[in-house]
């Protein structure tokens, strides 16, 4: 199956700083979502992005889907930002009943210090 | 216009019982997913559901667990015989059509077995 590797594990910064999350993935993909899980464990949709570029305030992201990498960028981050980022994918390739479910990443962690 | 909705938050279950977890998808979604996010790791992929039809359980245990979504009402993920290993949190999330559409997830379920 599609592989997804995100990169870094881990991402320590001061309130202000800005930062930026990757994700690979190993096949062509059909869906590929970002997403927020907070301190009390809820998953926050932030970006439905196949491909091409989405902006939603201080967050925006980009996918270039022929070379099979997404990047998640946060500006001026803030102690809320502070999580998990998750990457998940569809792979365009999965066959018969495999086709839409998610392979997730295994995450970056941020922690924001005031 | 009600997200996704999981219940309940938390469960606690002693060994042996059985768990039952629930899931109401947004208006108008046919498609629901189950993913398993185990203490410390990535979610993974459980079951995909349409209504009345289980079309892909490839990510669930070949024992005690099993899953349905009735005609009516909520989508069911049960667990029979819990065992500590199952403590994790359950999320569902829906979709309106298959494939180049976003999941919807919920708040999850937090299972704890004593």
């Known amino acids: 199956g599609i592989q997804v590797e995100q990169s870094p594990p881990d991402l320590i910064l001061q309130e202000g700083a800005n930062s930026t999350l990757r994700c690979n993935f190993s096949?062509?993909?059909?869906?590929l979502q970002w997403f927020h899980q907070n301190p009390w464990g809820q998953l926050i949709n932030l970006f439905y992005?196949?491909?091409g570029t989405k902006q939603n305030g201080r967050l925006s992201a980009t996918t270039v889907a022929t070379e099979r990498y997404s990047l998640l960028y946060i500006s001026s981050s803030q102690t809320t930002d502070s999580g998990v980022y998750f990457c998940?994918?569809?792979?365009?390739?999965?066959?018969?009943?495999?086709?839409?479910?998610?392979?997730f990443g295994q995450g970056t962690i941020l922690t924001v210090h005031p | 216009n009600a997200g996704v909705m999981q219940n309940p938050r938390h469960l606690v279950r002693r060994r042996g019982q059985e768990a039952r977890l629930r899931c109401s998808p947004m208006?108008?979604?046919?498609?629901v997913y189950w993913y398993r996010q185990l203490p410390e790791e990535g979610l993974k992929f459980m079951v995909y559901?349409?209504?009345?039809?289980?079309?892909?359980e490839s990510g669930m245990p070949k024992e005690r667990f099993s899953a349905e979504f009735p005609k009516e009402g909520p989508s069911i993920l049960r667990i029979q015989q819990v065992v500590r290993g199952d403590s994790a949190a359950y999320f569902c999330?829906?979709?309106?059509?298959?494939?180049?559409?976003?999941?919807?997830f919920g708040d999850g379920t937090r299972l704890s077995i004593l």
């Open positions: 208006k108008g979604h046919s498609h």
């Open positions: 999330a829906s979709s309106p059509m298959l494939g180049n559409q976003p999941q919807h």
């Open positions: 559901l349409q209504k009345e039809n289980i079309i892909d």
């Open positions: 992005i196949p491909s």
């Open positions: 096949d062509s993909v059909n869906n």
């Open positions: 998940a994918v569809g792979s365009a390739n999965a066959g018969g009943t495999s086709y839409g479910k998610l392979t």
